[in-house]
C-alpha cells in the first residue's frame, strides 16, 4: 500500500543526543515536510523539500537539519542545540501541480520524541 | 503572532446535531483553506479545502464556507456522529508555496451518543 512510514514511533534519549527520525514514502510525490506539534498547539512546519537535493527552512528550524538524497527519504536530526526536543514530529509529502492549490499535505502516524 | 486561529480549543455535540469550527485568519494574501482531522497519537488526515474564488465547498456531511470580507471560515458536520470525535485543524497555505501550511491550534470535537 502507499502511504508514508515513519519510524521509529516512540524514542528516548538522553540530553545532548543527537537523534535522527526516519520518513520514507512510496507516493512519489514531489515534497516532504517536517512539522512538530506540541500540546495545545498546532503543527509548526521545521523544514521542507520541493525536489531531490534541496530544503527550505521553515519555522521553527533551529536545532533541527535535515537532507533529501533520495526523492522518496526525508529524514530530521533533532540536535543537541534544540532547546526543547521533546514533541510529537510528524513528517508529510503532497503532489506539486504547477500553479494549482494541491495544499492536501499526507501525513505519516508520527514519532514521538521524549528527551530525558 | 498567530495567522491562523482557533479561538474554541473544544466542542460539544450531541449526534445527529449539526457542528460547526470555526477559524479566523489574519492574511488577506491566503487565498487556499483546509481544514485537516487528527485522531490522537496518529497523523492528521485531510478533509476538505476550499479556493479562495468560493464561499463554499460540500462534501457529503462536510461543508466549508468561506467569508474573505471577515477573514473568516467554518466547518459544519451534518449530522454529526460519534465517530467525528477528533481533534480539527484548520490550515491556510502560504501563497507562492504549494504545501507550505500554517496550522491553527486545532479544536477538539466530541461528539455525544
Known amino acids: 500500500d502507499g502511504g508514508i512510514t515513519q519510524s521509529p514511533k516512540y524514542l528516548f534519549r538522553k540530553e545532548g543526543q543527537n537523534v535522527t527520525l526516519s520518513c520514507e514514502q512510496n507516493l512519489n510525490h514531489d515534497a516532504m515536510y517536517w512539522y512538530r506539534q506540541d500540546p495545545g498547539q498546532g503543527l509548526r512546519l521545521i523544514y521542507y523539500?520541493?525536489?531531490?537535493?534541496?530544503?527550505q527552512k521553515g519555522d521553527i528550524a533551529e536545532g533541527y537539519s535535515v537532507s533529501r538524497e533520495k526523492k522518496e527519504s526525508f529524514p530530521l536530526t533533532v540536535t543537541s542545540a534544540q532547546k526543547n526536543p521533546t514533541a510529537f514530529y510528524l513528517c508529510?509529502?503532497?503532489?506539486?501541480?504547477?500553479?494549482?492549490?494541491?495544499?492536501?499535505?499526507?501525513f505519516g502516524e508520527g514519532s514521538r520524541l521524549t528527551v530525558l | 503572532d498567530q495567522q491562523v486561529k482557533q479561538n474554541s480549543p473544544s466542542l460539544s455535540v450531541q449526534e445527529g446535531r449539526i457542528s460547526i469550527l470555526n477559524c479566523d485568519y489574519t492574511n488577506s494574501m491566503f487565498d487556499y483553506f483546509l481544514w485537516y482531522k487528527k485522531y490522537p497519537a496518529e497523523g492528521p488526515t485531510f478533509l476538505i479545502s476550499i479556493s479562495s474564488i468560493k464561499d463554499k465547498n460540500e462534501d457529503g456531511r462536510f461543508t466549508v464556507f468561506l467569508n474573505k470580507s471577515a477573514k473568516h471560515l467554518s466547518l459544519h458536520i451534518v449530522p454529526s456522529q460519534p465517530g467525528d470525535s477528533a481533534v480539527y485543524f484548520c490550515?491556510?497555505?502560504?501563497?507562492?508555496?504549494?504545501?507550505?501550511?500554517?496550522f491553527g491550534k486545532g479544536t477538539k470535537l466530541s461528539v455525544k451518543p
Open positions: 490550515a491556510a497555505e502560504r501563497g507562492g508555496s504549494q504545501g507550505n501550511l500554517i
Open positions: 523539500s520541493q525536489i531531490v537535493n534541496d530544503f
Open positions: 508529510a509529502s503532497s503532489i506539486l501541480a504547477g500553479g494549482l492549490n494541491t495544499g492536501e499535505l499526507f
